[in-house]
């Protein structure tokens, strides 16, 4: 939502909103931006709505009874999701929508950047703050451009992909997220379905192969694909790798960003972008926030935060962190009551499978935001379950109490979605042990 908000007025419009959380911490630094902005911000109780909107756009995730929600209706006001508006902008531009179940933050941040720097002048709504995007007036994950080109994360959350119509998509992986796979692979079917041109698909995920798509451009690692790597180094903080024999250089680590880095290399290729020309220009990306930030890396610790949140992203960080350290404290919150519900054994098996006996695992309660939502599952059921298994694992309910154990652990990783204030966490275990 925030992303809109600035899209559309940093593109000339007048823009006010509302969000709980900003009730609740005014120093949040994406109020602060969006204020710098032009960005109106209102009490999120209703007395910000009145006539002068033209129309009042909502998020999925609050609920329909909500005092906005509802005076926005009793005055009259066009009410629209947040899904129907992005469709309305999406079919102003030629719009390359991002998807997957992993990837997609990244990897559409990742495609606007380099668009940037080759001189398209694209404009990108995403749902992470791309460092090199982010200014006092800009949280990062949004770009007014000079072109008709639209680069858009397509969130397959609430079942809104199904009615974007892009130009291009690119479907970076399949597997249990906010949905389950069957139901996800159908929406992904669906977005195909409605691009017009070319859809750019992960030619290793097995999921993905067994979805009914037309014709698609693959990118792969493992299998032949039109954009497969080879000659392929991982390094702790970079990745190295040849492609049609053009080198490149990805400043990120771990296989699951060279995925993501193949697929913005494969649309920018049928695009018309000689490789060489991507290649000068790729290492330029940083990452986004929260995504392998690192807070200390000092030849002794090493402090990381993260974004990772589901068994597949969970996998993938400890894969890559665990090729290069020994001895790692994982600290995961997870998010929501619902999405681990869904993951509970994904969680699980991931835990299991990548702990090491050197290894030890804290669980923070889970994650809540607000609205309504069914508590009956907790952090101490996955610990329990992970324990049982012979892994070393408790729930930490209060994250100060961490800190009288600090030195226990060299290595710190901390992960979880949606909560801003974990990458707050993960700075002052790196204050603690420098």
């Not at 996998?315 to 404290?329: A, D, W």
């Not at 990548?354 to 610990?383: C, M, Q, W």
């Not at 324990?387 to 109490?401: I, N």
């Given at each position: 939502?925030?992303?809109?908000?600035?899209?559309?007025?940093?593109?000339?419009?007048?823009?006010?909103?509302?969000?709980?959380?900003?009730?609740?911490?005014?120093?949040?630094?994406?109020?602060?931006?969006?204020?710098?902005?032009?960005?109106?911000?209102?009490?999120?109780?209703?007395?910000g709505?009145?006539?002068?909107?033209?129309?009042?756009?909502?998020?999925?995730?609050?609920?329909?009874?909500?005092?906005?929600?509802?005076?926005?209706?009793?005055?009259?006001?066009?009410?629209?999701?947040?899904?129907?508006?992005?469709?309305?902008?999406?079919s102003?531009?030629?719009?390359?929508?991002?998807?997957?179940?992993?990837g997609k933050?990244?990897?559409?941040?990742?495609?606007?950047?380099?668009?940037?720097?080759?001189?398209?002048?694209?404009?990108?709504?995403?749902?992470?703050?791309?460092?090199?995007?982010?200014?006092?007036?800009?949280?990062?994950?949004?770009?007014?451009?000079?072109?008709?080109?639209?680069?858009?994360?397509?969130?397959?959350?609430?079942?809104?992909?199904?009615?974007?119509?892009?130009?291009?998509?690119?479907?970076?992986?399949?597997?249990?997220d906010?949905?389950?796979?069957?139901?996800?692979?159908?929406?992904?079917?669906?977005?195909?379905?409605?691009?017009e041109?070319?859809?750019i698909?992960?030619?290793?995920?097995?999921?993905?192969?067994?979805?009914?798509?037309?014709?698609?451009?693959?990118?792969?690692?493992?299998?032949?694909?039109?954009?497969?790597?080879?000659?392929?180094?991982?390094?702790?903080?970079?990745?190295?790798?040849?492609?049609?024999?053009?080198?490149?250089?990805?400043?990120?680590?771990?296989?699951?960003?060279?995925?993501?880095?193949?697929?913005?290399?494969?649309?920018?290729?049928?695009?018309?972008?000689?490789?060489?020309?991507?290649?000068?220009?790729?290492?330029?990306?940083?990452g986004?926030?929260?995504r392998?930030?690192?807070?200390?890396?000092?030849?002794?610790?090493?402090?990381?935060?993260?974004?990772?949140?589901?068994?597949?992203?969970?996998s993938?960080?400890?894969?890559?962190?665990?090729k290069?350290h020994?001895?790692?404290?994982?600290?995961?919150?997870?998010?929501g009551?619902?999405?681990?519900?869904?993951?509970?054994?994904?969680?699980?098996?991931?835990?299991?499978?990548?702990?090491?006996?050197?290894?030890?695992?804290?669980?923070?309660?889970?994650?809540?935001?607000?609205?309504t939502?069914?508590?009956?599952?907790?952090?101490?059921?996955?610990?329990t379950?992970?324990?049982?298994?012979?892994k070393?694992?408790?729930?930490?309910?209060?994250?100060?109490?961490?800190?009288?154990?600090?030195?226990?652990?060299?290595?710190?990783?901390?992960?979880?979605?949606?909560?801003?204030?974990?990458?707050d966490f993960?700075?002052?275990?790196?204050?603690?042990?420098?």
């Amino acid at each position: 939502m925030s992303a809109i908000a600035n899209f559309m007025a940093e593109s000339g419009h007048v823009v006010a909103g509302s969000d709980r959380l900003f009730d609740r911490n005014p120093d949040n630094q994406i109020f602060k931006v969006l204020k710098s902005n032009g960005v109106t911000i209102v009490p999120h109780d209703s007395s910000g709505i009145d006539m002068s909107f033209d129309f009042a756009v909502f998020s999925t995730a609050v609920e329909g009874d909500h005092p906005e929600a509802v005076k926005a209706r009793k005055l009259g006001i066009t009410v629209k999701n947040r899904a129907q508006f992005l469709c309305e902008i999406i079919s102003e531009f030629k719009t390359v929508a991002v998807t997957g179940t992993s990837g997609k933050s990244t990897a559409s941040g990742m495609l606007a950047f380099l668009m940037d720097k080759l001189g398209l002048g694209p404009n990108f709504i995403g749902g992470a703050r791309i460092k090199q995007f982010k200014t006092d007036s800009n949280p990062g994950n949004s770009l007014v451009g000079s072109s008709d080109l639209l680069v858009v994360e397509a969130c397959e959350s609430d079942g809104s992909i199904i009615c974007y119509r892009p130009l291009y998509s690119i479907i970076t992986s399949l597997s249990l997220d906010h949905n389950v796979i069957e139901r996800t692979a159908e929406m992904f079917e669906t977005l195909s379905k409605n691009t017009e041109g070319m859809v750019i698909v992960n030619g290793d995920d097995k999921n993905l192969s067994r979805c009914r798509i037309d014709k698609p451009v693959k990118f792969s690692i493992n299998t032949k694909s039109e954009y497969q790597a080879d000659t392929i180094e991982y390094h702790p903080f970079e990745t190295i790798f040849k492609l049609r024999g053009v080198d490149f250089r990805l400043s990120l680590p771990g296989k699951y960003n060279l995925y993501n880095a193949l697929s913005c290399i494969a649309l920018l290729s049928e695009i018309g972008i000689k490789l060489e020309d991507i290649a000068e220009v790729l290492p330029a990306f940083s990452g986004l926030d929260r995504r392998f930030d690192i807070y200390l890396d000092n030849g002794k610790n090493l402090v990381i935060d993260d974004y990772a949140h589901n068994p597949q992203k969970i996998s993938c960080l400890m894969e890559s962190i665990n090729k290069f350290h020994h001895g790692v404290c994982y600290i995961f919150q997870p998010h929501g009551f619902g999405p681990t519900r869904l993951m509970k054994q994904g969680y699980i098996d991931a835990f299991i499978k990548n702990l090491r006996r050197e290894d030890h695992l804290f669980l923070l309660p889970i994650y809540y935001a607000g609205g309504t939502s069914l508590k009956d599952i907790s952090s101490e059921v996955l610990a329990t379950a992970v324990k049982t298994a012979g892994k070393t694992a408790e729930v930490l309910q209060k994250r100060s109490s961490l800190f009288s154990r600090i030195r226990e652990w060299d290595n710190y990783v901390v992960f979880g979605a949606r909560d801003e204030s974990l990458a707050d966490f993960a700075r002052e275990i790196a204050k603690r042990l420098e």
